[in-house]
């Protein structure tokens, strides 16, 4: 028996698919490379944008015919987007080939829905209360390893979808964390991944805990070995965390910052709940405290009244702030969000925006990447970039990705790149040393 797992979306779906292929193949299942071997299809979900949706749709409308040649095949929807109002009910409506439909709080229940597959139909997007250590997990990805910390969101912004199929916040016990951190260290990992929708408010619903201070915990563990964290709310990360990170030589030097817009007035509209000003200052602050940082953000263009100068200002504090790098999207309105009853922004001026910001970007990414030539850095070799012939990667501790031959046995080792060449976020370089 083989499954196969379509998955969209965030790290946190990412490793939510963990979650998945553990429970298939604690049943007996194993990994194929195409839904056309699989016994067991799997799409984990995500709705974050109208279009990662629409091509979700597309996907699991081409299981219709796959499911005529192969009346046995289970089809399995899991994940953000089925978490949506009327989602579930669509999809039963639509796609009668599904067996199974789950939100983002009981996945656990999918080996009940693929048992009963072919008799009864499971549709169920019920939140659970089922703790990350009563799940199996299948991990893929050494030598990096996810981890959540925290589920959910409090914040609303009002472009936002999460908060509604995320559910609210919920933080897992610190020695929870502590011991699966523990025993994928002891397993060999040697970069892991706090994840949660925003990591800073980890613990506010836990007397006594915090993010700094579980994080001081992590750090303090022996060994060689990178902890990362993602996502950070700017309204949240505080000093205490910004010094949690300058104090362990294990904590990267690598803070991801979704700014969403440089201006102030779109950024209220929001509802984010700082300004312009107060973002730069926290960016200054984290660059004094924490030696060669690198800042990575999220910027969005195209929000529900976004103006010529709206979008300058984004321009602007991207030249000023200097991000090592910047995911960048255009706003997509999300049925069910405040943002998505304001008037909306014509596609054409999207499109042009978000052409301006990737070159200014760029520039900024181009110009960084330039002062990294000639200069060592520890990498940690994560495997073969398949993008080019015979060539591995791996990433500094400021999350720059460098490409670099060597033997595919440094797979999880930490080597010494120099740095030879830089074509705008690209880096290439040549091993020095080896751990």
Request: some cysteine; proline content about 3%; overall charge neutral.
């Amino acid at each position: 028996m083989k499954y196969y797992i379509h998955t969209y979306g965030c790290q946190m779906n990412i490793h939510d698919s963990e979650k998945i292929a553990g429970i298939l193949r604690d049943m007996g299942y194993d990994e194929c490379n195409s839904p056309e071997e699989a016994d067991v299809v799997v799409f984990n979900t995500c709705c974050i944008r109208e279009t990662a949706e629409k091509k979700i749709y597309g996907h699991i409308g081409q299981m219709k015919k796959l499911k005529c040649k192969k009346p046995n095949l289970i089809v399995a929807v899991c994940g953000c987007m089925s978490q949506q109002e009327g989602a579930s009910e669509h999809i039963r409506q639509s796609y009668p080939f599904v067996d199974v439909v789950l939100g983002t709080g009981n996945l656990n229940m999918l080996r009940q829905g693929i048992e009963n597959a072919g008799r009864q139909r499971l549709f169920n997007t019920d939140f659970c209360c089922v703790r990350e250590e009563d799940f199996p997990q299948y991990r893929t990805s050494y030598p990096n390893a996810w981890v959540n910390i925290n589920y959910g969101c409090n914040n609303f912004c009002t472009y936002c979808i999460v908060p509604y199929v995320r559910g609210r916040e919920r933080s897992r016990r610190p020695e929870d964390i502590l011991a699966e951190v523990k025993g994928l260290l002891s397993d060999g990992y040697k970069e892991i991944t706090l994840l949660g929708q925003n990591v800073n408010s980890y613990g506010k619903d836990i007397e006594g805990a915090s993010f700094a201070s579980l994080m001081r915990e992590i750090g303090k563990l022996p060994g060689k070995f990178r902890l990362r964290f993602m996502t950070s709310h700017p309204k949240d990360l505080t000093q205490d965390i910004i010094d949690a990170v300058a104090e362990h030589k294990n904590i990267c030097n690598n803070v991801h910052l979704p700014v969403q817009s440089g201006s102030s007035r779109i950024l209220k509209a929001m509802n984010r709940r700082y300004d312009r000003e107060s973002y730069l200052a926290l960016v200054e602050r984290i660059k004094e405290c924490i030696p060669d940082v690198g800042i990575t953000t999220d910027i969005m263009v195209g929000f529900p009244g976004e103006t010529e100068e709206d979008f300058c200002d984004t321009l602007d504090l991207v030249r000023k702030a200097q991000f090592s790098s910047a995911f960048c999207f255009v706003y997509s309105p999300r049925k069910g969000t405040p943002a998505s009853l304001m008037p909306q922004i014509d596609d054409a001026v999207k499109k042009d925006r978000i052409t301006r910001l990737l070159a200014c970007q760029n520039e900024v990414t181009k110009r960084i990447s330039k002062t990294m030539v000639g200069k060592r850095y520890e990498v940690l070799v994560e495997g073969n970039n398949f993008r080019y012939k015979d060539t591995m990667c791996g990433r500094t501790e400021s999350g720059r990705l460098v490409n670099f031959k060597c033997d595919s046995s440094l797979v999880g080792k930490f080597v010494t790149v120099k740095i030879e060449r830089a074509s705008s976020a690209t880096l290439w370089g040549v091993v020095t040393e080896e751990e």
